[in-house]
């Protein structure tokens, strides 16, 4: 029995960042950002500036560390599933509200505060360490705040229109991410 040895313990071990799902999808955040600079060689109807490409860069690293948190941290598979599910909303988010605003243009500022609840967000979940009971409520506030915004800017702002179809999609993108939590949190791993 002494003399075999497994082959698990025989083959070389690849290091964990060499995984191919890993690669994979770090190589197609690369290539999307550089879809904008190709696209501006052959047209002048894309015209990025280098702070564009920054801005973009932040937000697809972003995406890919919170897809990389999810995996890494997640407790369980709905656990995983509620931080990946969270990690795209943000990204989404953002990357929708710096195009070209929920309401009205980008620089108004209820399209600010939904972006400031999205930081937020992700501020409280690295500060409670991914708890799936604290954010469960966070992300429940989330989407609430997303519906919140658009019931201010009806008020406040007479003469935009409120997209309220957009908005009711993303707070329940933010609300599948709060449900994925609580299941999370009454049936542990």
């Not at 191919?20 to 690369?30: D, E, P, T, V």
């Amino acid at each position: 029995m002494t003399d075999t040895i497994s082959a698990s313990t025989t083959a070389p071990r690849r290091p964990r960042f060499l995984n191919g799902w890993r690669i994979a999808g770090w190589s197609a955040a690369l290539a999307l950002l550089l879809l904008p600079a190709i696209a501006m060689v052959f047209t002048r109807e894309v015209n990025w500036t280098p702070l564009d490409f920054v801005f973009a860069g932040v937000l697809i690293f972003s995406l890919g560390i919170g897809i990389e948190i999810a995996v890494r941290v997640g407790r369980s598979g709905v656990h995983t599933l509620g931080l990946g599910i969270a990690a795209v909303a943000g990204f989404l988010t953002l990357w929708a509200n710096a195009a070209v605003g929920f309401i009205g243009a980008e620089g108004e500022p209820v399209n600010i505060a939904i972006s400031l609840m999205v930081v937020a967000a992700a501020i409280v979940t690295l500060a409670v360490r991914f708890r799936p009971n604290i954010l469960r409520f966070v992300f429940a506030i989330v989407a609430l705040g997303q519906i919140g915004a658009g019931l201010y800017a009806t008020g406040a702002m007479p003469g935009h229109a409120v997209e309220w179809g957009v908005l009711i999609v993303f707070a329940g993108i933010w609300s599948a991410a709060a449900l994925c939590f609580h299941r999370a949190a009454i049936r542990p791993a």
